[in-house]
């Protein structure tokens, strides 16, 4: 049976910019990008899990669905934020589920190739995603790309059995 009612957030993992996504159900109630600035460290890596902490805590999630590459794409500092959040993740009694950028594509829509298309389906599914989109589709670097993401990947979880 699916479980509709839980709060989860959607991540899509950067070792800049992290998109993050609280949902319920069919409901956004935040999407932001956060920006981590300076050279990777120990340091920036723990800032960026007491970030997602943070959400956690107060919202009192305990689901997370988190988009990242697959393992023999990831930088040495991406996997090494990734295995810090699985940690964490267990430490705090989170269920972490990783999500491919394929797994996103999947769970959209058929006919969902590409991430520009993963942006539409989100934005018409969700209307408050629209203006997102509309400045995504005229910037040159893809910087919300990482906000659908997150979403997709809070709706995943939303759904998973």
Request: net charge positive.
């Amino acid at each position: 049976m699916m479980e509709t009612r839980k709060v989860v957030l959607g991540i899509s993992l950067g070792t800049k910019y992290v998109g993050m996504a609280i949902m319920k159900s069919t409901v956004i109630y935040y999407c932001q990008i956060k920006r981590f600035t300076g050279k990777w460290s120990a340091a920036k890596c723990k800032h960026i899990i007491e970030t997602i902490l943070k959400f956690t805590r107060t919202y009192g999630i305990k689901d997370i669905g988190v988009k990242v590459p697959i393992a023999y794409t990831r930088s040495k500092n991406l996997n090494e934020l990734f295995v810090a959040l699985e940690k964490t993740a267990v430490q705090e009694g989170i269920i972490l589920t990783a999500y491919s950028i394929k797994d996103l594509k999947r769970c959209c829509a058929t006919g969902v190739s590409n991430k520009k298309q993963l942006r539409e389906f989100i934005s018409k599914r969700f209307s408050e995603m629209n203006f997102e989109q509309h400045k995504e589709s005229s910037l040159k670097y893809h910087y919300y790309t990482k906000i659908f993401e997150a979403i997709a990947s809070g709706l995943l979880s939303i759904t998973k059995e």
